[in-house]
């Protein structure tokens, strides 16, 4: 499926993705929020030079009817708000990428450096904190960006209880996947 030579796998926690579960691959563990995310990434890319790179991850939905490991394809920014400045919620302004597309098939993915346990203003399928950040430095430095996330919670206010008892599950569909 994947060169697992010319692949990186990166994950924002080691609770999300012990190593156990795909030895022979190469995980990096990023921490939490978009700034970890593409700091670790950029120096990852340095280091292994990667032709693709998969990100893996937990994520809240934003629909009740969606449930397990899904392949996300468009990403949005949802904490960026410069609507007082006349941009669209989710545009960086003065930027030509805002949302970005892989033109892969799967769901929307917004990502915000908080989380979500209350419905947020931009809407997408789910909701998490690093793939924006990953994509669009994948985008800018020309490396295929392929994204999967387990569904652990329903951005609720129950949402933290479910991360913690879904992160078992996520690891064990994810590394399915790929076995």
């Not at 890319?45 to 392949?71: C, K, M, R, W, Y």
């Amino acid at each position: 499926m994947f060169s697992k030579s010319k692949t990186i796998i990166l994950v924002a926690l080691e609770d999300e993705l012990p190593k156990k579960y795909l030895p022979t691959w190469n995980i990096i563990y990023s921490g939490v929020g978009k700034v970890n995310a593409a700091y670790s990434l950029s120096k990852a890319i340095h280091e292994f030079e990667p032709s693709t790179v998969i990100n893996f991850g937990t994520a809240g939905t934003l629909s009740s009817n969606l449930n397990g490991l899904h392949e996300v394809s468009v990403f949005k920014q949802r904490d960026m708000d410069a609507v007082g400045l006349g941009f669209v919620l989710g545009e960086t302004p003065f930027d030509e990428i805002s949302t970005i597309d892989n033109k892969r098939k799967g769901l929307s993915c917004g990502t915000g450096d908080s989380f979500v346990n209350t419905k947020p203003k931009l809407l997408t399928d789910l909701v998490d904190m690093e793939a924006y950040a990953l994509a669009k430095v994948c985008k800018l430095s020309q490396i295929e960006f392929i994204c999967y996330k387990y569904i652990s919670d329903n951005a609720d206010d129950d949402a933290n209880n479910a991360w913690n008892e879904n992160l078992t599950n996520g690891a064990l569909a994810f590394s399915n996947l790929l076995s």
